[in-house]
């Protein structure tokens, strides 16, 4: 299983970036997916999750109204909009998948699989 992220990258605070996160190796629609992220010394944050058809989503207090979690399960990715960026956004940004039968979960270590994460660093 491949969990690939990509689009981070430096921003100035109040910009936007869009990450994806391309999987393989697994049956995609069968996962419910999230993006967490880790900042310097802290523990793997949740940010936004997905089910695995896509009909519902849940956000980070933190993030809400500012960041979207979308999935295409024909082209197996499922992306993150991050807009109105603030320094504290700056981390690590991981993809996880967890299957759909275990249950929606907000905990990094109670999904299956993750990729190696995408750095993006929020300047103000």
């Known amino acids: 299983v491949q969990l690939q992220a990509s689009g981070g990258g430096s921003v100035q605070a109040g910009a936007s970036l869009r990450l994806s996160c391309a999987a393989s190796?697994?049956?995609?629609?069968?996962?419910?997916m999230g993006w967490f992220r880790q900042a310097p010394g802290e523990e793997h944050e949740f940010v936004a999750g997905i089910n695995w058809s896509g009909a519902t989503t849940a956000y980070a207090d933190s993030v809400k109204g500012r960041f979207t979690i979308s999935r295409d399960n024909t082209k197996k990715t499922v992306d993150l909009q991050l807009n109105s960026l603030k320094p504290e956004d700056t981390a690590v940004y991981y993809c996880?998948?967890?299957?759909?039968?275990?249950?929606?979960?907000?905990?990094?270590?109670?999904?299956?699989?993750w990729g190696q994460g995408t750095l993006v660093t929020v300047s103000s």
């Open positions: 190796g697994l049956t995609f629609n069968m996962h419910d």
């Open positions: 996880a998948a967890r299957s759909r039968w275990l249950g929606f979960a907000r905990e990094f270590g109670l999904y299956d699989y």
